[in-house]
Structure formats: structure tokens, C-alpha cells
């Protein structure tokens, strides 16, 4: 769908939508508001969405953070025409000046998911985040594109087998997927579903946060606490590079000083959490 498309008139009807059609920054270009509404296209299909919205009303009542209400149809649907829409929530998105926020967001939200039943539409999942999930927990074996083939390799070296693993269901990209407003708790949206133990969520954030962000040093151990937080951290970026090398053009090339990138916050993971 192209980054202006925009919901017609008789999905904002199905929706009860009434008002301007205002783009919204972020998500690709493709979310809009109408009416205090975010509409975006639908990602997944009837049914994932439909799963989503209702894991979100009954998320709803928690505390430690806010999530977005989905709006339904007038007929219950949570999709018309390919089209969703949840309630507008303020304020502004982390990481940066919420680093710990978002920690705690994590810690809160993944609480209240762990008696949620194993979604079985994730086995189906193909996207390049879902290639990178499956290679990092070492179900799925790829070669990467050449750039980036040397820093794969070495983060393959540094996985080991873990001592715990409780699994459920987690959100795999929080980093800038938590709104913070005053006096509010913080807002989780664009829930991006896997079944992994949840501190793995937490180490994508800060893996995140070495690759793309300022982290401050002292969150490295963010989770320490937990025995296998050093390999949770390989392996979130793995999870990344993978969802990269997947996400390349058909020549197979990254941006000037990608591999570099990868390459150096794998040596700080070692350096600093003396992995080896």
C-alpha cells in the first residue's frame, strides 16, 4: 500500500469515524488520524488482527502502562477493507531520556502477558524479523548477505546454550514503540508478537540501544540479574543483523559502516560482559 494512501470514506463510515484526515508521522507513513483515531493498513491477516485487538481490550484494564483501544465496526469487525483503527494516545516516543522507562514499560507489559496462549499464526510468520527470531534462537540456519557475513560470524561463535528458558509471549520491538506523556504511565503500541523468554524483549532494547542510540552505559546489565543475560543479548543481535541482511536490496548491500556497527557492539558485549 503506498505511504499516502488513505482510508476511504466508507471504511470511516464502517468505523464511525467523522472528521479530517491528518497523516501521522512515523509507521512508515502509512497511519493517519481521524477523529482521535489512528488508522493504518492491516499487518497480518483478519485473524492476527483480530487476535491482537482483543488481547488489547483485555490488556486494557492493567496498570504500569497504557495500550491503544482498537476501534471496531459497527458490525464487531476490527478490519474493513484492510483497514484498522485503534484510539490516539499522547505523547512522545522513547528511548532517548526514557531508557529506563522503556525498561520498566517492558518489565510491566510482559507481566501481564504470561498466561497468553502461544498465538499458533506465529510458525507462519516469514518476515525478516521472523527469519531473524529463528536464526538467533538457532532454529533456522542462513547465510547472510557478504556485508555483513564477518560479524554474523562472530556472534554465532559467541552463542551457547542456555540455562533457562521460559518462554511466552513478548513484544520484539519496544525500543521506540513506548509513548511517554506527564503524569501518565507509559503508552506500548505496535505490538510485534514472538514467543521468547521476556527478558530476551529487554535485551533487543538494548541491543538497540548499542546499535542505534546513545545507551547509557550503566543499562548494559539491564538484566543481569537473570543468569542468561549475556547470551539473551548475542542473541537480540543476531535477531537484528539477520532481520537487516533479510531486509536488503537485491544487491545484497548495507550502508557504510553497517557491518562496522555490528561488528563493534558485539566487542563491547564481550568487553564488558566478559563473555569469552
Known sequence: MPSNAVPAPAVLDAFGAKGSVVPLAGGQGRSVLVGGFVFKPAEGTDDEVEWAASLFEELASDSGFRVPLPLRAADGRSVVDGWTANEFLTGQPGPEEHWTGVLSADRAFHNALRHVPRPGFLDRHVHPWAVGDRVAWGEQDIDVIDDLAAPYSTLLELRRPLTQDTAQLIH???????????????????????????????????????????????????GSDHPDWPQMLIRALIFRLVAHSESAGPLGETHPGEPDRYARTAEIVVSQLALL
Open 172 to 222: 520484539g520491538d519496544l525500543t521506540g514503540n513506548v509513548l511517554f506523556a506527564p503524569d501518565q504511565v507509559p503508552a506500548v503500541i505496535d505490538f510485534s508478537p514472538y514467543w521468547r523468554p521476556p527478558v530476551f524483549a529487554e535485551a533487543i532494547v538494548v541491543a538497540d540501544g548499542l546499535l542505534w542510540y546513545d545507551l547509557p552505559s550503566d543499562l548494559l546489565a539491564a
